[in-house]
Structures are given as C-alpha cells and as structure tokens.
C-alpha cells in the first residue's frame, strides 16, 4: 500500500511544522506522502511547508474555505495513494505510527480504521486534562473510541484512515461539522465496509483550546448526536444520552438537597473523587487531577446541553437539521 496522509489547516502554520517535524522522524521505509490542504485560511503555512520538502514527499493546495470535510475530501481527490490517513493539524505523530498500521491491516485488513489519541509531557496542564477527560472510560473514553469493545468502531478524524476504494464509494465526507465522522463510518457500514480500532495507531493530539473554546466544542458534538440519530435510526444507542442523564441527574440531586436529601449528591461526589482519583494516578500531577475534574464538569454540561436543545428541535419539533443549526453546516 501507498499511503497519504491528508491534512487540512486553517490559520494554524505552528502546528504544521510540529506534525511535519514528527513525521519526517519516522523510522520505517515503508512509501508515504503528505497532502497539505490550506483551507481558506489568512496565514497561510507555505513556507514552512519549503522546510519539508527535502524530507518528505509533500504537496500544499490553497482553497477557499469550505469547512475540514470538504477539504479532507479535495485532499483525496488529488492524492496519489490508494490508502489515506486523514490527521488534524494539531497532532503529533509517533515514530512507529505507519508501522503500527500497516502491520494491523496486513493482518486483518478494513477500509476504514480509527486510532486513539494519547498526550505528550510537553503539553500544557489545560491540554493533559482534556485529554484525559475525553479518553477515559469515566467518562465518554469508551464511547468515543477508547476501548475495543465498541461493537462498530466509528473512527475519529483527528486520526482515520480510509482505502480509496471507500472514499470513492462513499464520496467522502459530508458538510455538518462536527459529526462528518461518525456520518462517514455508517454510511460505509451502509455500503458493506468495515472499521475498526487500531489500538497501537495512537497520535498526541495538542487540542489548542481554552476551556472556553472546549465548552463551545463539546456543545456541537451534543447537538450533532440528535441529528445523525434522525439521519440513521438504526444506530441510535442510549450512551448518547448518558451526559445529557448526567446533566439532568445533577440538577435534581441539588434540588432535593433542599429537602434534605443528601444521597443522590453524594454520589455524584464520588464520582468526581473517583475521577479526581484516576486522574492523579494517570497524571501524578495534582493540578492536572484537579483540572480533569473540571474538563469532566465542562463537557458533560456543554454536550449535554447541546444534546437536549438538538434533540427538542429535530426530534420533537422535527425542525429541519439545517436550519434548526446552520452553524454545523458548511456550504460545498
């Protein structure tokens, strides 16, 4: 196999050198190029990309801004290879990655794989604990890809492959963001594809973001679950309400604490020490521990919040998906 890795960027040069200089360190022979594809963006990361061009087989394309999806797919639609690994700009990737992969497929081969996402001892106490927080199996780790026992894996785009023979089939991803994976994996399964995990296929991924910045973030991933339920019945499960359930629960233990009922914030209480426990173990940093109690705090009530707003407006209003959020929208 040849492999490409497609990356879109927008306004984000500082992290392209980062995951250039991670992949120019890769100890394996085995063929690869990059595709950069600048999104629109008004700093544009040409010239670190004249860096790499002595190390690594490596293409850039300007284009309009259309959202990460679109780009993605104008990125495979000009790539020379017949497998692509798609990567977010803000991530670094081990030396063995490509290794791991190939080994995985040649054993039992998908066209479509995910990997997890893991995080360096150079990154911030703020990055740690987000990390943390949505890796776990506390909290939605599993969910989102952090175990194997995922009956479907549906891989994240932060770190994807996809054979160009799905991408052909499927046309790629679709214009709501987030959301455009989980869309692309069942519209595969659709199409008798299959994905999985690979577990050893991890990549650091930096998430530049303020706590700010993730609440606005785990707020989209809330509204967007609803309408892919509406878009794929068959594949609703009920963990997409458990942030929502949590929210709820919350709200109520506080409530009959005015009636003196102290049982059900109690156990929310253990749950945030448990968490707060795990945490200090995973981190053996106190702050960090303390942070990921918040990241958890964060986005259980931004997703949740999200969740129940799509929900009462695509399910029970039967609002039409792009009009109810046309911020998910990107238009092609």
């Given at each position: ?15 392209i050198d980062e995951l250039l ?78 290794i791991q992969v190939q080994q ?172 707060f426990i795990n945490s200090l ?52």
């Open positions: 196999m040849y492999f490409s890795f497609i990356v879109p960027v927008y306004n984000r040069p500082d992290e200089e991670s992949l120019s360190k890769f100890t394996s022979s085995i063929p690869f190029e990059v595709v950069i594809v600048e999104d629109g963006s008004s700093i544009p990361c040409q010239n670190i990309i004249e860096k790499y061009t002595d190390k690594l087989t490596i293409s850039y394309y300007f284009k309009p801004n259309s959202g990460p999806g679109d780009s993605r797919n104008y990125g495979m639609n000009v790539a020379n290879g017949d497998y692509f690994i798609i990567l977010d700009s803000d991530c670094i990737i081990p030396q063995e990655y490509l995985s497929l040649e054993e039992d081969y998908v066209d479509c794989f995910g990997g997890p996402d893991a995080a360096l001892d150079s990154f911030s106490d703020i990055q740690k604990a987000i990390n943390f927080t949505m890796t776990s199996f506390l909290t939605t780790g599993g969910i989102r890809g952090g175990s194997e026992k995922v009956d479907k894996f549906q891989p994240r785009s932060f770190n994807m492959g996809l054979s160009k023979k799905a991408f052909e089939a499927s046309n790629g991803f679709g214009n709501i963001h987030p959301g455009e994976d989980p869309d692309l994996s069942i519209r595969l399964w659709n199409l008798g594809f299959k994905t999985k995990l690979i577990k050893n296929a991890f990549v650091y991924h930096k998430r530049r973001i303020s706590w700010e910045k993730f609440q606005i973030q785990v707020n989209k991933f809330g509204k967007a679950r609803p309408i892919l339920n509406s878009w794929y019945p068959e594949h609703k499960k009920i963990t997409f309400w458990f942030p929502s359930l949590f929210l709820l629960g919350f709200l109520f233990s506080v409530l009959v604490v005015f009636f003196n009922i102290y049982f059900f914030i109690g156990l929310y209480g253990l749950y945030f020490f448990i968490l173990l995973t981190n053996k940093n106190l702050k960090i521990a303390l942070y990921s109690v918040w990241a958890m705090v964060i986005q259980f009530y931004g997703y949740g919040k999200g969740f129940l707003l799509s929900y009462y407006r695509v399910e029970v209003l039967k609002q039409e998906p792009q009009k109810a959020f046309p911020e998910l929208f990107f238009k092609k």
